[in-house]
């Protein structure tokens, strides 16, 4: 079965501080997809990043970064230096090749200033 | 670069009534899935298809019903609405069933979404 979990249902932060928001799945696949978006007010789902289960090189993009774990299947992003801009909803994803994308529950982000 | 079109972006119906929405996916994309978020949930996966074919199902009601054209675009038609279909309604397209292969890289791409409020 596939499963992913966002423990984490709605943080808030004050501008300017680094967040976390934490991703868990399950999978039996050895080969398999992990993708981060995130969705605004407006209502969009914007892609941020795409992980394959062969690379667990982290990654950082300006302040975003991301800490892949197979040892603890975690897929976690961090956000550094927080902005209102980034209040949102963020969707942890998992897929499995071949197959639809699964997504978790969510994580809404509310960054205040 | 081309993006996944939806259309309508907004569509207001009266409950039992019937709507039609259309994905237009990236040229070149071969495989076509269709979302359901409710107010407050998650993307949740409908089907998908792939060369025409359906390749994959979810938790779609049987008063829905989709396909993919030979021009690769994809309609779902949902009848009988209810006041709990209410939803964005989100079509995405891959290559390759989204593989990551000689054809794929596995990234899947979504449209904006269709906004369906049943009244």
């Known amino acids: 079965a596939q499963k992913v979990t966002q423990a984490q249902t709605e943080i808030s932060v004050v501008e300017k501080e680094d967040v976390t928001l934490d991703c868990v799945y399950e999978t039996r696949d050895t080969t398999y997809y992990l993708f981060w978006y995130k969705q605004p007010p407006s209502g969009e789902l914007v892609f941020l990043i795409r992980r394959n289960s062969f690379d667990e090189q982290n990654e950082i993009s300006g302040r975003y970064s991301w800490n892949f774990q197979k040892s603890t299947s975690s897929f976690n992003f961090t956000i550094t230096a927080s902005q209102v801009v980034d209040s949102a909803v963020y969707f942890c994803a998992l897929k499995r090749s071949g197959y639809a994308l699964n997504f978790g529950k969510g994580t809404s982000l509310l960054v205040t200033p | 670069a081309a993006g996944v079109i939806q259309s309508p972006r907004h569509l207001i119906k009266e409950k039992r009534e019937t709507a039609t929405l259309k994905c237009y996916p990236i040229p070149r994309h071969d495989t076509v899935y269709w979302y359901q978020q409710g107010p407050g949930q998650d993307p949740q996966f409908l089907i998908s298809f792939y060369e025409k074919m359906q390749s994959d199902k979810g938790s779609i009601p049987d008063r829905f019903s989709a396909q993919q054209f030979s021009d690769y675009h994809s309609e779902l038609n949902m009848s009988s609405l209810e006041l709990g279909d209410s939803a964005l309604y989100f079509c995405?397209?891959?290559?390759?069933?989204?593989?990551?292969?000689?054809w794929g890289t596995g990234e899947l791409f979504f449209g904006e979404g269709s906004r369906l409020t049943v009244l």
């Open positions: 995405a397209s891959s290559e390759d069933r989204g593989r990551l292969s000689e």
